[in-house]
């Protein structure tokens, strides 16, 4: 933590954004101890965690950023059930440099989510992103959610794909992306809607 660039508020957003993407990425999950919280001097292993550390405003929003994370994980099978086969995640873009996204889905049978990583200290107010199907897109998960100790640039109204091509894909929505930030849609297939 304390090596991180930024303001303190920056070293916050980045951690989100970083436990977010490694909790929607497939694979197995670890976290050190204390970095739940963003403890800031894990360099004294003779000692205990610092716990008042833990009591701090933005230290206890991380807290529950990572409990809410982990309830999200445990809640949508998407996140586990296809972890490592093939078919259990997609790239929707993965060659966006130029403004730091990545986008991908994660799936099972009965479940689908996109997820969009911004990793840049930029926010996006009409950001085009490819999607799988025409249907309906619904933000279940932000990192920058003022709970969590971000500014609240998350998407509240349901995403209706429209038939617009981006990322090779048929279909797109556009969405606000905070800085340094993880947003996860939940898919739902719908009706085609008609090209302009």
Known sequence: FENMPGTIYDKFSNMRVGFGYMITHPGKKMLFMGEE???????????????????????????????????????HTALYVMDYRQDGFEWISCMDADHSIIAFLRKDQDDILLVICNFAAIPYGNYQVGVPFAGKYKEIFNSDAVEFGGEGVVNSRVKTAKAEECDEREHSIKV?????????????????????
């Open 37 to 75: 919280f963003g403890v800031e001097d894990r360099k004294n292993t003779d000692g205990s965690l610092d716990w008042e550390q833990a009591q701090s405003k933005e230290h206890a929003q991380l807290q529950r950023y990572v409990k809410d994370l982990n309830m999200l994980y445990r809640n």
């Open 176 to 196: 606000k992306l905070p800085a340094l930030g993880v947003s996860i849609y939940s898919c739902t297939p719908g009706k085609a809607p008609a090209r302009k």
